[in-house]
C-alpha cells in the first residue's frame, strides 16, 4: 500500500521567510501528486496537482512544487511567504485508478 | 457552481444517540468520499463510493458508523450509537471518478462534538 510522509508537523516564519515543506512517498509505479491546503476554519482546497510533464509544477498563490521522481518526493515552495499562507498543508498521492492517500499535514504559522 | 454540500455545518449531541451527516456531490461527480479529520489522527478515509457503489470500507472504525449513497446526488454518513471518541470534523468530498489523476472537492465539513 502507498504511504505519504510530511516530516515537518509545524513549521514557523516570519513573512517574506522563503518555505519549503517537504513531501515523500512511497510507491514504485506511477502516481498523481497533490497539495492541498486548509485555511483554518474551512475546507480542504486544492493548491497543485502533477499528473506528467514538467515536474515543476506552479500552482495558485505564488506557490509551487518540484517532482523528483528518484527521491519519491513533491516538496512544496514559496518564495515568500505571507501571514495569509498560515494554514494546514496536505500532501497527497493516488495511483491510477486508486484514491488519494494524505500525508499528516504539515501546520504553518507565519508570523506577521 | 455549487460545490460539495454538507449538513448540518455543526452538531452538538449526547452520547448515545443517532448522528446522520449528509452529503451532496458535485452534479456529474461518480466518486463521493467520507473522511474523518481528528488532532490526533489526521485526515483518514472512513469510506469510498464510485456510482452510488460503495468501493472501500475499511477506513470505517466500527459497526457503529454506516454510511449510504441511495443516489448520485447524496450519501449519509450515521453513527449510532455515538460516543465521545467520534467528535471530529467529518468531510465529505467527491471527483468525476477514481481514474488516473482526478483531485477531489471538499465540502466545508460537519463539525461533530458528541458530550
Known amino acids: 500500500a502507498q504511504s505519504v510522509s510530511q516530516h515537518n508537523h509545524h513549521v514557523i516564519l516570519s513573512e517574506a521567510a522563503s518555505l519549503e515543506l517537504g513531501c515523500n512517498y512511497s510507491?514504485?509505479?506511477?502516481?498523481?501528486l497533490f497539495w492541498y491546503v486548509q485555511y483554518p476554519g474551512q475546507h480542504l482546497q486544492l493548491l497543485l496537482k502533477?499528473?506528467?510533464?514538467?515536474?515543476l509544477v506552479k500552482g495558485i498563490k505564488g506557490f509551487e512544487a518540484e517532482f523528483i521522481k528518484s527521491k519519491f518526493s513533491f516538496n512544496l515552495r514559496k518564495p515568500s511567504v505571507q501571514w495569509s499562507d498560515t494554514a494546514e498543508y496536505f500532501c497527497a498521492v493516488s495511483p491510477p485508478a486508486r484514491q488519494l492517500t494524505f500525508g499528516s499535514g504539515t501546520q504553518l504559522t507565519v508570523l506577521p | 457552481d455549487a460545490g460539495v454540500i454538507q449538513s448540518p455545518r455543526h452538531e452538538v449531541t449526547e452520547m448515545g444517540q443517532e448522528v446522520t451527516l449528509r452529503c451532496k456531490p458535485i452534479?456529474?461527480?461518480?466518486?463521493l468520499f467520507w473522511y474523518r479529520q481528528t488532532m490526533m489522527r489526521g485526515l483518514e478515509l472512513l469510506i469510498y463510493?464510485?456510482?452510488?457503489?460503495?468501493?472501500?470500507d475499511s477506513g470505517m472504525p466500527e459497526d457503529r458508523f454506516s454510511a449510504k449513497m441511495p443516489n448520485a446526488s447524496f450519501s449519509t454518513l450515521k453513527i449510532q450509537p455515538s460516543e465521545p471518541r467520534d467528535s471530529a470534523v467529518y468531510f465529505c468530498a467527491s471527483s468525476p471518478n477514481t481514474g488516473r489523476g482526478q483531485p477531489q472537492h471538499f465540502g466545508d465539513g460537519t463539525r461533530l462534538s458528541i458530550l
Open positions: 452534479s456529474g461527480h461518480n466518486s
Open positions: 510507491y514504485g509505479g506511477t502516481v498523481n
Open positions: 463510493f464510485n456510482n452510488n457503489v460503495p468501493i472501500d
Open positions: 502533477y499528473f506528467s510533464g514538467d515536474p
